[in-house]
């Protein structure tokens, strides 16, 4: 029997949206970020919300509810416009690019997994918080 794993789970994801966050955003959200820890645990909270539901419904894009502390800043930075609301649009391309190395990392696991078996699994169980992701169920499936 084989057995092989990796660091795949959520709070992976979580990074690489913290990682996009900065790329995107540079020196506006990491200053923000070291001004204001009561938010950036606001905004983590509703990165949770948005996470958990991505990929379910079909839909083409993924709102992120920012504190309104962010919000300000990229409002004024010219990155955000009033008419946002406070919310964060992240292009269906955008949520991939987050998403996709650890998903193709948890599927890669999964197809060796099926291929060293001697007889074919009927079932996988996924486990841990972010086993309830619709689209990690997708890509899984797929």
């Given at each position: 029997q084989?057995?092989?794993?990796?660091?795949?789970?959520?709070?992976?994801v979580?990074?690489?949206?913290?990682?996009?966050?900065?790329?995107?955003?540079?020196?506006?959200?990491?200053?923000w970020v070291s001004r204001k820890p009561k938010d950036v645990l606001k905004l983590k909270?509703?990165?949770?919300?948005?996470?958990?539901?991505?990929?379910?419904?079909?839909?083409?894009?993924?709102?992120?509810?920012l504190p309104p502390s962010l919000a300000n800043i990229l409002e004024e930075?010219?990155?955000?416009d009033e008419d946002d609301d406070g919310e964060l649009e992240l292009s269906q391309r955008e949520m991939q690019a987050i998403f996709d190395p650890i998903v193709n990392r948890i599927v890669e696991l999964t197809d060796a997994q099926f291929g060293a078996s001697a007889r074919p699994p009927t079932k996988l169980l996924l486990v841990g918080g972010f086993a309830?992701?619709?689209?990690?169920?997708?890509?899984?499936?797929?």
């Amino acid at each position: 029997q084989t057995f092989s794993g990796d660091c795949c789970g959520g709070s992976y994801v979580d990074e690489a949206f913290w990682r996009h966050m900065e790329q995107k955003y540079e020196a506006k959200f990491t200053d923000w970020v070291s001004r204001k820890p009561k938010d950036v645990l606001k905004l983590k909270r509703e990165w949770l919300k948005t996470k958990l539901i991505f990929g379910s419904g079909g839909a083409k894009r993924a709102l992120v509810v920012l504190p309104p502390s962010l919000a300000n800043i990229l409002e004024e930075a010219g990155a955000m416009d009033e008419d946002d609301d406070g919310e964060l649009e992240l292009s269906q391309r955008e949520m991939q690019a987050i998403f996709d190395p650890i998903v193709n990392r948890i599927v890669e696991l999964t197809d060796a997994q099926f291929g060293a078996s001697a007889r074919p699994p009927t079932k996988l169980l996924l486990v841990g918080g972010f086993a309830g992701s619709p689209y990690l169920q997708m890509r899984v499936k797929a």
